[in-house]
């Protein structure tokens, strides 16, 4: 029988001795059972859990709690395949597709993407603490089936799901502020930052960041004044290729409630806030923004996207690109299903941004969308409707969104009558919800921590956690937060 392929197979963490399949060889098992090797020492694609991103920040990989993204490769193809994929037990350490053990499980890929390279399957509903066995495998024409060597994984610990309550933000009480996560260049590790937003008596202008390794805070340069803006990162290289990374801040509302165009840079080198181009979606409030990687003129680079929001006598759906090395605004596609809303939520999860939630004159959204730029990212793009929020969660404007990994978390808010403070998790590889601990206040530990229903508070995330915090009350003797709390999911 010709040779039909070369085949390794790569996995996280924890690698078996390997032992050649003993029973019921075919001339095609013979053949590969002394030529199919584990590699090992090469770039691993991750396990992860539900709760845990693919890569950690510094590329390492993180052990699995919940779910396993397993890579295979193909190093040659022939015509006689017909079916391949990974077989993976939790109680046969040697586990075969023709088997109807119990826990016992196969996956059948794509015949139409069978191709030398790489391949992989995600094996799903895996319990804390515990130990699975997998392996790769094809099939031919012939009903020959051929196995890799077997490897095992050993899953984490159950999450975490708590809340703990961290230094009190240095900026005092306030709602409607702007937070994100900028890579510091003289620390070399991302930090969050804080900034704007009001106390009820006068709008904030100062900016913050958070050491997430001191868990400490320190003030950097003002900007101009304003509550209700947005505000995210972006990195691009400058015309000698070094990477400049820079913060965007802008729109909103003034001292006067008139809604605000100007947008600035943060300068990290001179601590200073510098002007660039007006919004050209004219002057907007409680809009959206975030930032994605893109490829512009044969350079990978991040745009900025802004979007929604309250305009002078409506709200709009509008979204526009911003691209930091012109400085200039361009429309792209409009939001989903075009409905016009204020007061929407968005986090980035795997560079795709999801958007939804918020509200109009006549109704408060569930609903998200996923947006991905065009070949040119100035415009055009498109928009993808997900799972809305499960039944359990209400509808709700001014919720705070941020991503742990390749995680989304959604929560707080306001269903137009209620402060709410329940959160829900996100995950983009089945397009599914999921509850999480509602958000807390309390003693610095799990059972004493009590639900804090909130509006318009912020909220920023690492690999491994996340937090939320500020934002509106409504407690008569405290009626905006300096609070932030730290979520951690495991």
């Given at each position: 029988m010709r040779r039909i392929l070369l085949f390794t197979m790569l996995i996280l963490l924890f690698f078996a001795s390997c032992k050649k399949d003993e029973s019921g060889y075919s001339t095609l098992r013979k053949y590969f059972a002394s030529s199919l090797t584990t590699r090992k020492g090469a770039e691993l694609l991750s396990a992860c859990s539900e709760d845990h991103n693919i890569l950690d920040e510094n590329k390492k990989p993180i052990k699995s709690a919940y779910f396993a993204?397993?890579?295979?490769?193909?190093?040659?193809?022939?015509?006689?395949?017909?079916?391949?994929?990974?077989?993976?037990?939790?109680?046969?350490?040697?586990?075969?597709?023709d088997r109807r053990d119990t826990g016992l499980y196969y996956s059948k890929l794509d015949m139409t993407k069978l191709t030398v390279g790489t391949f992989v399957t995600r094996i799903p509903e895996l319990d804390p603490e515990t130990r699975f066995w997998v392996r790769s495998y094809v099939i031919t024409k012939t009903n020959d089936t051929a196995y890799n060597k077997y490897v095992f994984h050993d899953t984490t610990l159950a999450p975490v799901d708590e809340w703990f309550v961290k230094p009190i933000f240095q900026g005092g009480p306030r709602e409607g502020a702007v937070a994100f996560v900028m890579y510091n260049k003289t620390k070399k590790y991302n930090c969050g930052y804080i900034g704007t937003g009001t106390n009820g008596l006068q709008n904030n202008g100062d900016f913050?960041?958070?050491?997430?390794?001191?868990?400490?805070w320190t003030q950097k340069g003002n900007i101009k004044s304003r509550r209700d803006?947005?505000?995210?990162?972006?990195?691009?290289?400058?015309?000698?290729g070094n990477n400049q990374y820079i913060a965007l801040i802008g729109t909103g509302l003034d001292e006067n409630n008139n809604a605000l165009d100007d947008f600035f840079r943060y300068d990290q080198v001179y601590n200073v806030w510098e002007e660039t181009a007006p919004y050209q979606g004219t002057a907007v409030s409680r809009a959206v923004g975030f930032s994605l990687k893109v490829k512009y003129q044969n350079t990978n680079m991040d745009f900025g996207f802004v979007g929604t929001g309250q305009r002078i006598n409506a709200t709009t759906s509008d979204f526009y690109a911003y691209n930091p090395l012109t400085e200039t605004w361009s429309q792209v596609s409009t939001l989903g299903d075009a409905n016009k809303r204020k007061n929407?939520?968005?986090?980035?999860?795997?560079?795709?941004?999801?958007?939804g939630l918020g509200e109009n004159d006549s109704?408060?959204?569930?609903?998200?969308?996923?947006?991905?730029?065009?070949?040119?990212?100035a415009t055009g793009g498109t928009w993808r409707m997900k799972n809305t929020l499960p039944i359990d969660a209400s509808p709700r404007a001014e919720a705070v969104g941020f991503n742990i990994g390749n995680q989304g978390y959604i929560g707080t808010g306001t269903d137009g009558t209620n402060l709410l403070s329940d959160f829900w998790r996100y995950d983009p590889f089945n397009d599914n919800w999921y509850k999480c601990a509602d958000y807390k206040t309390g003693p610095d530990w799990g059972s004493s921590h009590l639900p804090k229903p909130v509006k318009n508070a912020v909220g920023f995330g690492f690999s491994d956690r996340g937090f939320v915090g500020l934002g509106y009350t409504g407690?008569?003797?405290?009626?905006?937060?300096?609070?932030?709390?730290?979520?951690?999911?495991?």
């Open positions: 993204m397993i890579e295979g490769e193909f190093i040659n193809v022939e015509d006689d395949i017909i079916q391949y994929g990974h077989v993976w037990s939790i109680n046969d350490s040697i586990p075969y597709i913050w960041e958070f050491d997430p390794i001191l868990e400490s803006a947005v505000g995210f990162s972006l990195s691009y290289p400058d015309k000698d929407a939520t968005a986090f980035v999860v795997n560079n795709y941004a999801f958007v109704k408060i959204f569930n609903d998200i969308w996923m947006f991905i730029p065009g070949d040119n990212p407690v008569s003797n405290q009626r905006y937060s300096a609070e932030l709390w730290i979520y951690r999911p495991w």
